[in-house]
């Protein structure tokens, strides 16, 4: 089993900064992670649909959210498996449940081409 676990949520104030962490491991000798294709984060506020953040392939091509250009940075280490979300100049309207995912994930014995999820952290933006 591939596991993603999250860290670096809590509150903040607007205009504050946060990283988010989430690093993918798995529970095997036989599923150790050799590659992780793509991670990134999503996001969802309450009442809203979970929506993209930022992503980020092996080789580092980034995508991003147009309402995060400019203030967030998503970033990986692929030696570690685990992928960051620096995320300044925070405002009310990002708060929400941050969930990591990570996508085509090779291990010794086998290719996972579906999406694996963490459990997601909570960012609290107070006004």
């Known amino acids: 089993q591939v596991q993603l676990v999250e860290s670096g949520g809590g509150l903040v104030q607007a205009g504050d900064s946060l990283r988010l962490s989430c690093a993918a491991s798995g529970s095997a000798a036989s599923r150790k992670i050799l590659k992780v294709n793509t991670m990134g984060w999503y996001r969802q506020a309450p009442g809203k649909q979970r929506e993209l953040v930022a992503s980020?392939?092996?080789?580092?091509?980034?995508i991003y959210a147009d309402s995060v250009k400019g203030r967030f940075t998503i970033s990986r280490d692929n030696a570690k498996n685990t992928v960051y979300l620096q995320m300044n100049n925070l405002k009310p309207d990002d708060a929400a449940v941050y969930y990591c995912y990570a996508r085509g994930i090779t291990t010794p014995l086998q290719f996972y081409g579906m999406d694996y999820w963490g459990e997601g952290t909570l960012v609290t933006v107070s006004s």
């Open positions: 980020i392939t092996s080789g580092d091509r980034t």
